[in-house]
Structures are given as structure tokens and as C-alpha cells.
């Protein structure tokens, strides 16, 4: 893929990705704290990255008050903030090779119609190479990674019919899809590691594979557990979870650490952000975040 340097740095470079659909709440700034320190422990960069790709879901203003509680928890990024919605020409270089190789195609095919198949698509519009109104574009899967070896829970299997799906690269209402924004973003920004939470485990295996048909170097996942209010409840901006105090940010971030397994000290209760954040990259160890994919808070 000419577009795309291939990911071959040779120093940690992690990131931290949210999408402005909201403000921050717990569950993404164990998502910030988690990918900060393990990048400052291992010496690396951490990077920010605002995933805009989806108008419609967006919440106004969100982007930049992000930007602020980040700073406010002590929580400094490396280098400009990357925003996706900047990134349209690079996504389109990608497609247009993707295209090239023959590795792309159009799809009609709705919603009610894939879930009357079973939930996943069956390469129905493999032939159709002209774009049809109401199309969405879809990846050739030709890897199909279902297995691979994730930092904190070990060895992940996903469903091997998933992961052959040829999944969609474009959406029907033209806007880019996620799995076509990370990977081409995270090969970009020459990402060595993503620590981010258990509900994108799946995806992972998709995004595997696309760095294989995209012939780039992917980087090592490690993905935490998310937090949920019940089993099979994540906290998320969709659900309103409650933001995270704006001014008071030590409280938080200690039951983050908790909540990571990195048993803070007390006394850390009481330090400024600054301290509680140098402990924390002084004595990170991922081989301390609990295994589990959820837990209820
Ligand atoms: N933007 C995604 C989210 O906020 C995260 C994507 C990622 O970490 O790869 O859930």
C-alpha cells in the first residue's frame, strides 16, 4: 500500500482514541490512564487521536472538552491531535488500491437481510463492481484471522465465520467505517501498541487481518476489562454514563488504578496529580490488570 508507511517504529508509540459522541466517564479514562501508562512506563509516546468520522453522532463541543479533562487529569499528549476527519484523502488512497487489487467490492445487501442469514454476510455481492445507489463497500477478507495473542488476556479466540467476513470498509451513507479509520490511522501514526477495553476484542481479529491485506506490520493488543454498571452493561457515552469530575480528578483516577489491579497507596488520596500519576508510571504492571472482560462496578 503505497499511502501507508508500514508500522515498523522501533520505540513504543501508543494512543488513546475516543470518539467526541460524548464526555468522558470512567470507563474511557481507564481507557486514557490504561494506554498513558503503559506507554510512559515503557518510555514511549502516547498519542491522541479524536475518531470524528461519524457526524450524526456526534456530541457538539465534545471534542474539545476531552481535550480539556484530559490535560485537567495530568494526562499530556505527545505530538499534534490527530482528527479522523481530517484523514478523508489518505482513507481514499487506501480504498483506491484496495479497489486496484481487486480487493474491494459493492454491496447491497441490507440489515434484515444478513441477520435472516444468521448475523453474518455471506459474500452474496462479491461480483458486484459497480457502485449501486444505497451501497456499502466491502473488504475481500482473503485472511481471516479468528486467534491471536493479546498482552493481558492471553490467548483470544474469536468465531471463524466473523472473522472471514468480508466486513464494510465504506458505509451505505458513504461515511467511512471504523475498521478502515483505526487500522489506516493506527499504521499512520505508527502505533507499536493498543491497550484499550474487552468490547473490541472481535474487532481485533478483523483488524488483524485488514493490516495483513493492507501488507503492514500491525501492533500488540492488550485490551482490558470494561467496566459495566450489570453483566453486559458497558459504561458508554450511548448510555449517559456520568462524566468524570472535571475538578476533582484524583478520586477517580485512584479507583481507576483499582479498578486496573495496580493497588495504589492510600496515601496517594491526598498527593496532587502529578505524584499520583509518577507512581502510577513507576510502578505499572500490566501483568497486574485482572484477566476478566468485564467487571460490574
Ligand atoms: N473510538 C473508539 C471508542 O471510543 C475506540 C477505538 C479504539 O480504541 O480502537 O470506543
Known amino acids: 500500500m ?13 494512543r488513546f482514541a475516543p470518539s467526541p459522541s460524548g464526555l468522558l466517564h470512567f470507563g474511557s479514562l481507564i481507557a486514557a490512564l490504561a494506554s498513558y501508562l503503559d506507554a510512559k512506563h515503557n518510555n514511549g509516546q502516547w ?5 470524528d468520522i461519524d457526524p ?16 485537567g487529569y495530568g494526562l499530556h499528549w505527545d505530538e499534534n491531535v490527530l482528527y479522523q476527519s481530517q484523514q478523508s484523502e489518505i482513507y481514499r488512497q487506501v480504498l483506491a488500491e484496495l479497489t486496484e487489487q481487486k480487493l474491494s467490492y459493492y454491496c447491497r445487501c441490507t440489515r434484515a437481510q444478513i441477520k435472516a442469514q444468521g448475523g453474518i454476510y455471506q459474500g452474496q455481492c462479491k461480483n458486484l463492481t459497480h457502485p449501486a445507489s444505497n451501497s456499502a463497500t466491502r473488504v475481500s477478507n482473503t485472511v481471516g484471522i479468528s486467534r ?3 498482552l493481558i488476556q492471553g490467548q483470544v479466540n474469536c ?7 468480508d466486513f464494510i470498509v465504506v458505509r451505505k451513507d458513504g461515511l467511512f467505517a471504523y475498521q478502515l479509520a483505526v487500522v489506516v490511522d493506527d499504521i499512520y501514526q505508527g502505533i507499536t501498541h493498543v491497550i484499550r477495553g474487552c468490547d473490541l476484542l472481535e474487532p481485533t481479529a478483523r483488524q488483524l487481518s485488514f493490516y495483513q491485506i493492507l501488507q503492514c506490520n500491525a501492533p500488540k493488543f492488550g485490551h482490558f476489562p470494561l467496566a459495566v454498571s450489570k453483566p453486559g452493561f458497558k459504561l458508554s457515552k450511548q448510555n449517559s454514563a456520568p462524566e468524570i469530575d472535571k475538578k476533582n480528578p484524583i478520586p477517580s483516577l485512584f479507583s481507576a488504578l483499582v479498578f ?8 496517594l488520596l491526598t498527593a496532587n496529580v502529578d505524584e499520583l500519576l509518577t507512581w502510577a508510571i513507576n ?4 501483568a497486574q490488570v485482572p484477566k476478566a472482560q468485564e467487571i460490574v462496578l
Not at 159 to 165: D, F, K
Request: hydrophobic share 25%.
Open 260 to 267: 486496573l489491579g495496580q493497588q495504589p497507596p492510600d496515601d
Open 159 to 165: 468465531s471463524p465465520e466473523l472473522a472471514h467476513e
Open 56 to 71: 450524526p453522532r456526534e456530541r457538539a463541543g465534545a471534542s474539545s472538552e476531552i481535550l480539556n479533562t484530559l490535560e
Open 47 to 51: 498519542l491522541l487521536r479524536i475518531e
Open 2 to 14: 503505497k499511502p501507508l508507511r508500514p508500522g515498523n517504529a522501533s520505540h513504543y508509540r501508543g
Open 148 to 150: 491471536y495473542n493479546d
Open 283 to 286: 510502578h505499572w504492571s500490566m
